[in-house]
């Protein structure tokens, strides 16, 4: 057993699966010590839709992290995506009581730019200052002390539909667990793959996952703007079963195992053996079939992403390029469709700065856990985990009574 420690852990409540990412705060960085992941059976592009199955999910991936890093886990960071989040730009402004801005100062004109009209039926996950702006000295990160009569802030509000995030925090109390705070799941990515300098010159953060594809642009180390496309590896995932009539489970192997976004990339001769529903006969389609079903989908994400980015008047802000992360990220061939599409320089982004479990993390689908345990280290809202005492023996039996049952 392990000694009382300081841990952080992010909770990924995915569309496609539900991840829990143990970290642990040490002198020299942040360690990895346990992951936990399980499929999400309860929600759909990202929202909830089950409230039982998403509790019995979240608990086995909590479960299975536990016993990797032998610890209780009682708080969570929880990540919140889906096509209801929604993302705007502000602007406030103030007169500066006194010779110099104070602490006081830059609340007040938070206050003011957040004084927006927003629906009863949404809540503010996040209030993002941009720049301070004093007496028109514009591109200030900390204006505290500076003199002045006037200050002017641009933030980015990040809002939700107050019943899916109530719907998130009521499956985590109901799996025993308290929420620290939640997080837009593209935020979070963002901490773990990218790096100062593509954040400081200008990026566009692609996170594709099962049922949404997450858009976060940052420039200036700030974040710029946020969207949700409620587009995802699901959708490739259907198209391949319809395509090629077989099941969704099926399916989802041949997108991985052997679907590419560019037929050019494949030879005439190859083929994939396509299981039969219902007891009927496996077959054999060219490998070339698989690509012609990706391919337009893929073509049709970009053009959206691309489309919404020059909707937002972002597309000289990115020079840095295009971070694709998320499992769907993995696509053979994505990168270069993507460079096709959107004239952009594109690469895969996984998570860094970390230490411990790094090869078992780093893939782009653990960005979004990696990320939350980095938000919440560096928000100084950290809780301590008791460490299990007999009750962890108890546990791991009880699993491996369990493993023992399955295999008998």
Known sequence: MREQEELIVGLDIGTTKICAVVGEITDDGIHIIGTGS????????????????????????????????????????????????????????????????????????????????????????????????????????????????????????????????????????????????????????????LTPEEKELGVALIDIGGGTSDIAVFSQKTIKHTSVLPIGGNNMTNDIAVGLRTSLSDAELIKKEHGTCLIDHVSADQSVEIPGIGG?????????????????????????????????????????????????????????????????????GKPKGIKGLTDVVNNPMYSTGVGLILHGSNHQSKKRFRPKDKNIFSRILARMKSWFKEIV
């Open 38 to 193: 399980h499929p999400s059976l309860g929600l759909r592009k990202g929202v909830i839709v089950n409230i039982e199955s998403t509790i019995e999910s979240i608990k086995k991936a909590i479960e299975d992290a536990e016993i990797m890093a032998g610890c209780e886990i009682t708080n969570v960071y929880a990540g919140i995506a889906g096509s209801h989040m929604k993302g705007f730009n502000s602007h406030g402004i103030i007169a500066i009581n006194g010779p110099e801005v104070t602490q006081n100062d830059v609340h007040r004109v938070l206050e003011a730019a957040r004084a927006v009209a927003i629906p009863m039926d949404r809540e503010v996950i996040h209030v993002l200052p941009q720049e301070y702006i004093v007496d028109g000295q514009t591109g200030i990160q900390n204006p505290i002390g500076m003199a002045g009569v006037r200050l002017e802030v641009k933030i980015h509000i990040v809002t939700g539909a107050v019943a899916s995030i109530h719907n998130i925090v009521k499956c985590a109390n109901k799996a025993g667990l308290e929420i620290n705070d939640i997080i837009l799941e593209s935020l979070a990515s963002g901490e773990a793959v």
């Open 280 to 348: 009927s006969k496996a077959r054999q389609v060219p490998r070339q079939v698989v690509c012609e079903i990706l391919e337009p989908r893929i073509e049709e994400l970009f053009t959206l992403i691309n489309n919404d980015i020059y909707r937002a008047r972002m597309e000289n802000k990115i020079i840095s390029g295009m971070i694709l992360t998320g499992g769907s990220s993995l696509l053979n061939g994505i990168c270069d469709l993507a460079e096709k599409i959107t004239d952009h320089p594109v690469r895969i």
